[in-house]
């Protein structure tokens, strides 16, 4: 089971999801970008994986540019891999773990524990 964030591209800083302006957004490739900065992508059709030490990194191909993006992270480690990234690109992220956009300077406030949690309470309550 993943823990899914979204990363934006805009020229908005966006405090909260609801308040996002569609006109602000800024479509981008994220696929040349992440390609840039990852060595260790596999795809398998549009499905790309991102395997590092102790995480991986789960996204679908877009075949144009887009102004955000789902990934599946395994592993909080994901994370902070990717918010290297943001931070060099001006990204935000939304963190659906906790319901909050992450503030790229203090990240050690995810949603991590959260998603941890519901994991564990999936997991008892499906007899794994």
Do not use: C
């Not at 990363?7 to 909260?16: E, H, L, N």
């Not at 990194?57 to 891999?81: M, R, W």
């Not at 935000?92 to 941890?116: A, V, W």
Request: no cysteine; hydrophobic share 40%.
């Amino acid at each position: 089971m993943s823990w899914d964030i979204v990363i934006f591209s805009s020229k908005q800083k966006i405090r909260a999801v609801e308040e996002v302006d569609e006109e602000l957004l800024v479509a981008i490739d994220f696929n040349i970008i992440l390609e840039k900065h990852f060595i260790n992508i596999i795809a398998n059709k549009n499905n790309r994986e991102i395997k590092g030490e102790g995480y991986i990194i789960d996204y679908f191909f877009d075949s144009e540019p887009v102004s955000n993006k789902v990934f599946s992270l395994y592993g909080e480690e994901a994370l902070f891999v990717l918010i290297n990234v943001a931070k060099l690109y001006d990204w935000q992220i939304f963190d659906t773990g906790n319901g909050e956009m992450l503030d790229l300077e203090h990240p050690e406030k995810n949603g991590y524990s959260n998603f941890q949690s519901y994991l564990q309470h999936v997991l008892k309550n499906t007899g794994n």
